[in-house]
């Protein structure tokens, strides 16, 4: 059972460039988050969906577009890379009305 | 703005010694508190989480302590050891439809042996 796994876990990017983190679970869970964590802020909502089909914004959505591919996969796009989008990046999952959520292991994003 | 806000940043306590974490919340909506575990190049994971219809929930040597009417909550690791050395977030989640984590800005926890 490999819970929630993101690709890729390390990136380099210059300024501008475009990329798209991967995030799949295999737990048949229905939320599904995108999270940044920054050194002192903790962890921040960067967009959710609820269900599939569904998106949300969260704390901080600007320069991020996502899409819910399917029930098992939500990705995060960068349009045009900025370096204050240097960040470890988590997907995390949970299902519907339960409480636990699951976060993958983190991609690491440098923007030079 | 900042709905949940942690102290302190970091903690150094001695091997047996007791660890304590704060936080505090704004938001009434908030119905379930968790608080997560986070080892270096690791995800966090859920250590242990509390509802606010319940004053303290212990499970082996973590104990949370949830106070209502002044909006906070708090872990106490009771017996630290140098492999509870991490970064430790509390969270609170709303009561809304996404179910969404606020997070507190972590306390990055070292026990000395």
């Known amino acids: 059972n490999a819970g929630v796994t993101q690709t890729p876990k390390f990136q380099v990017l210059k300024t501008g460039q475009s990329m798209t983190l991967q995030c799949a679970q295999d737990m048949n869970h229905n939320s599904m988050y995108w999270y940044r964590q920054d050194p002192g802020m903790g962890l921040r909502l960067i967009y959710y969906?609820?269900?599939?089909?569904?998106?949300d914004k969260g704390e901080v959505p600007n320069g991020y577009n996502v899409s819910r591919l399917n029930k098992r996969e939500f990705s995060l796009r960068l349009e045009s890379a900025a370096p204050s989008q240097t960040s470890v990046y988590f997907c995390?999952?949970?299902?519907?009305?339960?409480?636990?959520?699951?976060f993958g292991q983190g991609t690491r994003l440098t923007v030079v | 703005q900042q709905q949940v806000k942690q102290s302190p940043q970091s903690l150094i306590v001695q091997k047996g010694g007791i660890s304590i974490i704060n936080c505090a919340y704004e938001n009434t909506a908030f119905d379930y508190f968790p608080w997560y575990q986070q080892f270096p190049g690791k995800g966090p994971a859920l250590l242990i989480a509390i509802r606010p219809d319940v004053s303290e929930k212990k499970e082996g040597r973590f104990t949370i302590s949830f106070n209502k009417s002044a909006k906070q909550f708090s872990l106490h690791i009771m017996d630290s050891q140098p492999g509870d050395s991490a970064t430790y977030f509390c969270?609170?989640?709303?009561?809304?439809?996404?179910?969404?984590?606020?997070f507190g800005s972590g306390t990055q926890l070292t026990v000395l042996p």
């Open positions: 995390a999952s949970n299902p519907q009305g339960n409480t636990e959520a699951f």
């Open positions: 969906s609820a269900s599939e089909g569904t998106t």
């Open positions: 969270a609170a989640r709303d009561s809304g439809s996404a179910r969404q984590l606020t």
